[in-house]
């Protein structure tokens, strides 16, 4: 149960959650990282409007969201909890493919569920996201940052670095990759975007490299529904291995709910209900991997046959943080293998061509009675390619009896074909 809690808070941490939950009347002060926030005031939900393409990437995006967590769920038979943020990936790898060209950009966007819809739609997506995401419930904090942090040898060609200010808000930065002060530097930018939750990303830095690209994304909210802390007590929490005690929340009260013959799922939402956590407990002699195999085959539909009912729930306290430096094997898997190589199509960063060598991610959440806090961190490290063969000049002197032929493109067919001899 607590991986299917994860997964849940990874789904509230991309926002692909937030048409789950119903608003909530229930509006209460609350102390957000010392501001406070009066919620007796107006906080009507701000639902974000989609062009159509941009309905189709979400969906899609989310798709790609749920294989990649059966992807690492079956690469780690551990039993370990886990929690990633795939948007932060995402979000890095739409930078990425800001920059590239051919089959690398077509990899990409297909991957990440934008079909090939070229570079400046995938863009504007992001743009959308990270304008929109944060506004549609002032109760929640929501920060998407990203950055770019260049090797001093190398500069970013203009149209680039616009771009990336334009669509991604991105902090573009020169840097001596040699000198632990960028590597402190860029460990300091990590940690004042999620807040303290990743103080740092990176143990060291390649003074070869190009540049790293990173995403964070912080998040925190309080229940529209909080948990009563004296209610919280040691109860029996049933693992793989056998039981053990864990603090167990604890409340009473209407959530949307459903049950099908693999597991029962409950929506709890935060502030105003336009965030929630979603959580499914797999039913008894079905497993926490029997869902996730469920969500990579058949997505989120489940949640149209939720419905408000009342609930008597029970919900372990945790914290979890998750880190790993193999995202390129992941990656893989899913289908994105030229981005990795050195023959990658990615000339239109720094005028030089560059492939991701190293990708990891940082993620963190923290669930207690009052809500749910969550942080992630992706880096890219880039290199450059080798050097590109040159071809050799090609000599055509038509100084000599020849043929030709006139033909049309799309079809192939030949209207014309003679031989010319001077005569």
């Known amino acids: 149960m607590k991986k299917l809690i994860l997964i849940m808070a990874i789904t509230a941490l991309c926002g692909q959650m937030s048409a789950f939950s119903q608003p909530s009347n229930s509006l209460k ?21 989609l062009t159509e393409q941009q309905r189709t990437f979400v969906a899609d995006n989310n798709a790609f969201t749920l294989k990649f967590i059966k992807t690492v769920n079956d690469e780690d038979r551990s039993g370990k909890s886990f929690i990633y943020s795939p948007l932060s990936i995402t979000y890095v790898m739409s930078m990425v493919n800001a920059a590239a060209e051919g089959e690398t950009e077509r990899e990409l966007e297909q991957t990440l569920g934008f079909h090939q819809g070229g570079i400046k739609a995938v863009n504007e997506f992001c743009k959308t996201l990270i304008d929109s995401l944060p506004k549609v419930d002032r109760q929640v904090q929501l920060n998407i940052a990203n950055a770019i942090f260049v090797n001093k040898d190398y500069r970013l060609l203009k149209p680039y670095q616009k771009d990336m200010q334009k669509y991604y808000d991105a902090l573009a930065e020169s840097l001596d990759f040699a000198s632990k002060k960028s590597l402190n530097h860029i460990n300091g930018w990590c940690n004042k975007k999620t807040k303290g939750m990743i103080p740092s990303i990176l143990g060291e830095l390649n003074p070869s490299a190009v540049a790293y690209l990173l995403n964070a994304i912080y998040f925190k909210a309080n229940w529209a529904e909080q948990f009563k802390e004296a209610l919280t007590k040691n109860d029996t929490f049933h693992t793989v291995e056998g039981p053990v005690m864990l603090p167990l929340m604890r409340q009473t009260h209407k959530f949307r709910y459903m049950k099908n013959d693999l597991f029962a ?18 039913e008894k002699g079905k497993s926490a991997d029997d869902v996730i195999d469920y969500l990579a085959k058949n997505g989120t539909s489940f949640t149209s046959e939720m419905r408000r009912r009342k609930v008597s729930l029970k919900l372990p306290r945790f914290e979890t943080e998750s880190s790993t430096s193999d995202l390129i094997g992941t990656m893989k898997k899913l289908g994105i293998y030229s981005v990795f190589g050195s023959g990658a199509e990615i000339p239109n960063m720094c005028g030089s061509g560059v492939y991701i060598s190293m990708m990891l991610q940082k993620a963190r959440i923290k669930v207690n009675e009052t809500g749910s806090e969550a942080a992630a961190v992706t880096v890219v490290m880039l290199e450059k390619s080798s050097a590109p063969i040159r071809e050799e000049t090609v000599v055509f002197h038509a100084d000599r009896p020849f043929v030709y032929a006139i033909r049309e493109a799309s079809t192939g067919v030949i209207l014309f074909v003679g031989k010319f001899t001077g005569k």
Request: hydrophobic share 35%; net charge negative.
């Open 29 to 49: 002060s609350e102390e957000i990282t010392g501001e406070t926030i009066d919620t007796t005031l107006d906080n009507e939900p701000s639902p974000i409007l």
């Open 265 to 282: 799922a409950v929506d709890l939402p935060y502030g105003n209900g336009q965030w929630s956590m979603t959580v499914m407990l797999p």
